[in-house]
């Protein structure tokens, strides 16, 4: 049986997309709640605002589940005709979207961590530390619209 290699680096590239951006996730998620464990010691009423906190690096291995839904069923651009332009140009997407999804989500958690930590020291920072921890997630948002119109133009 012969390997159709762009078929191949394609499937590649959604593997690396949704490795890297759940990895991501699931470090920016861990961050934000191992902070949350420790303000929770002085500040146990804040339960809620720090599980909204914690749960916001979750959102980038969204990005990386979307990122496959459209490449591989929006646009259904993985088949065994495809060129061997579209199978690099998907493991380069795959590779783009996930790495700034993880290191996004890892610094998006760093961010709610640090604002957990400032709540559970008594400060009133939820309404800022939700405005900054926003910044990070713009990159991911921006390579997940990359990858859609990268890929609406390979469908095209």
Known sequence: MEINVAV???YAGL???IGLSGI???????MGGNASIGALKKEPDKFG???LLSALP???????FGGY???DKLFTLINPEMT???GVAILAMGLFLGFVALVSAIQQGSVVANGIAGIGSGHDVFGNTLILAVFPELYAIIA???TFLISSGLAG
């Open 8 to 10: 191949f680096l394609a």
């Open 84 to 86: 061997m332009f579209n």
């Open 69 to 71: 839904f459209v490449i």
């Open 24 to 30: 991501g996730s699931a470090i920016g998620v861990v």
């Open 15 to 17: 593997a690396i997309m």
């Open 144 to 146: 997940f619209a990359a």
């Open 58 to 64: 979750g959102t980038q291995g969204l990005y990386g």
């Open 49 to 51: 605002n720090f599980m």
